[in-house]
């Protein structure tokens, strides 16, 4: 039976897509050293990215776009980038262990919700590394895009130089409107 792991990276930052992978890896073809990518160095992470994608089965990496988080808000964006990776997989996947404690209501096979699961399963591992990985480079390529709000360096959370580059240019396309910091601020730009 092909059993997937399914994760995210991007849903506390205030700009930028939401990352979600869905991974089979191949009991064959073991990738050493997985564990949660929060408890990895960035430099393992990209050691391991390259593995895991040469070594499972399957794997499919789903970007769910500031406006589209906008639009259904981020708990719900996180669902249906998790129930699209997982319909992406080629062979398709049996079971979909997903990292936390909800399903998607319209995943395509049985689902099962694991509290921490990305430090558990091998599978959920690797597909938080490959979402992780996936989000931070992109992010990197926005900082180039949307120069002086540091994306490169706080990957959009909102840290206190984010919220002041934010507070000085205003926010750009990859801002996340319905995030309290972009949203107040748009809120006070309305007002005069």
Known sequence: MLIAGVDEAGRGPL?????????????????????????????????????????????????????????????????????????????????????????????????RAIVGGDALEPAISAASILAKVTRDRLMVKLDGVHPGYGFAIHKGYPTPAHLASLQQLGPCVQHRRSFAPVRVLLDQTRLF
């Open 15 to 111: 700009a930028g897509p939401l990352a979600v992978a869905a991974v089979i890896l191949d009991p064959a073809r073991p990738v050493a050293g997985l564990n949660d990518s929060k408890k990895l160095s960035e430099a393992r992470r990209e050691a391991l990215f390259p593995q895991i994608i040469e070594r499972a089965l399957a794997y499919c990496i789903v970007l769910v776009e500031p406006d589209e988080i906008d639009r259904l808000n981020i708990f719900q964006a996180t669902m249906a980038g998790m129930s699209r990776a997982v319909a992406g997989l080629v062979p398709a996947a049996a079971e979909a262990l997903i990292d936390g404690n909800k399903l998607p209501k319209d995943l395509p096979c049985h689902g």
